[in-house]
């Protein structure tokens, strides 16, 4: 299966893995998504949500495409109806990729109301999406699509999706925790605070782990660098905040 990429497209995934660690928000890490997939995998339009479960249905909020975006008319776009099999993805405890293809035959599909009233008007067909789980925890749904006319996602477009799948799923996660932990209005006063000070985005990342009340142990881990790294970076973030340890650069922050 690895034989269908050539090389360049290799380099090219590595380097969208890259960018993606970098986003340090939400709609930066699904804009950048959208933007850099479209290179390998030619697509009509695109959107991402975030996925929760309340009492045992699927919430999508936060939509993110590339089209103009209307809250309600998204979220109807992908909940209103009944979608064959979805839940069995959405409501798994690992993160998959799937076709609508494969789960109901074409000739079948548009047979449907859902296609009629749902996917139809938006001109979309073909579709092709992550479901992003971590350990049992629903993060997000990735969409991509089609028009009827153009050919249906390849095996090799699943396999790509399948390559992205896991660092996208360590990225959501990370930025679900960091929105648990510090809060929507804290992180933001956190954004703020660092671009003040000049703060690069990984320093910033390093302020939000200490934040957190993360050890160092955990922030190598988590950002997957050595201690000399992450001491070297610290260093960095003293000189620019003007403070002498995690407590005061705590305070700060806070």
Not at 102 to 110: F, Q, R, T, Y
Request: charged share 25%; net charge neutral; glycine share 6%.
């Amino acid at each position: 299966m690895s034989s269908m990429l050539f090389d360049h497209e290799w380099q090219f995934l590595v380097q969208m893995t890259t960018r993606i660690y970098y986003c340090g928000t939400y709609a930066e890490t699904c804009n950048t998504y959208l933007q850099q997939i479209r290179t390998v995998i030619p697509y009509r339009s695109g959107v991402i949500f975030q996925a929760g479960r309340d009492n045992g249905q699927v919430v999508l909020t936060n939509p993110i495409s590339t089209e103009e975006i209307n809250d309600k008319h998204d979220h109807d776009f992908f909940i209103e109806g009944r979608y064959p099999h979805w839940d069995e993805f959405i409501m798994s405890p690992y993160s998959s990729v799937f076709r609508q293809s494969d789960i109901i035959p074409p000739g079948k599909w548009e047979k449907t109301r859902v296609y009629r009233d749902v996917w139809q008007p938006k001109e979309a067909y073909w579709g092709l999406f992550i479901s992003l789980v971590h350990k049992d925890v629903s993060l997000a749904i990735l969409g991509i699509l089609r028009e009827k006319g153009d050919n249906d996602f390849h095996t090799r477009d699943i396999f790509i999706l399948n390559t992205l799948k896991d660092p996208l799923e360590r990225k959501f996660y990370s930025l679900l925790e960091d929105q648990r932990l510090l809060g929507r209005s804290g992180a933001e006063k956190l954004l703020k605070t660092a671009a003040s000070h000049s703060l690069t985005k990984r320093e910033t990342e390093i302020v939000s782990l200490v934040c957190a009340g993360k050890s160092g142990e955990e922030m190598c881990q988590s950002l997957y660098i050595t201690h000399a790294t992450l001491s070297k970076h610290l260093s960095n973030i003293y000189a620019k905040t003007k403070v002498k340890n995690r407590t005061q650069l705590f305070a700060l922050f806070q």
